[in-house]
């Protein structure tokens, strides 16, 4: 996992047991991170049981400070360094917040969402898909920031479901398994109003994954 504060403070304990995560310390910056990553090694060894995968979180606390495109273009570098280097990345949309250091709330958000909607169409034709489906606004704490306890479990969840269909679709991640699984649709529904006027309506269908109590034999 790398990225911005989100990482810093996401509880891991809410992944399946057979995912080793890790937290990498970087700089919040895209535009760092994406040159940090230019700087990897290649893997000394690789181990056939398992399969690294990069988890990128970053790009929120750009707006306002960098240009749209060079924000964009720092994620995708940082993704395809990741590659280059034989680990999958997969980018989890900025999320939205309801205060910005570096511009207002209107901005933030606009921007935000195109940012992450360049990105869809960038990988559109991938043979699976690194961008993350989560809720558009999910739930945050009095700072107005940084995410509470119930939107890490559900973008945790989201998460999960995205790696497990990708193992079923995708030969990347053939030895990823997930035991004790359930799947079940959450439907999110978010409509902006001005002047009573309805001016977006946004609708997400998302798939989680949960563990459930029973076991295999």
Known sequence: MIGSSHIK???????????????????????????????????????PETHTIALIAAGGNDIGLHKRQDIIQAIIKTATNFSKQNITPFILPIINRQKSWHCNQITYNRTRQHINKR???YYCDFSYKPVINIPQYPTLKNDKVHLTTIAYKTITNQITAHLYNTSKTSKLLPNLTFPHIETKSIRYNSTKTSQGKTIETHTETITVIEQSNEKTH
């Open 9 to 47: 403070y996401w509880p891991t304990s809410l992944f399946p047991k057979n995912l080793n995560i890790t937290k990498m310390k970087t700089p919040t910056s895209i535009l760092t991170i994406s040159e940090i990553t230019n700087m990897l090694t290649p893997p000394t060894f690789q181990n």
């Open 119 to 121: 990105l869809r169409e």
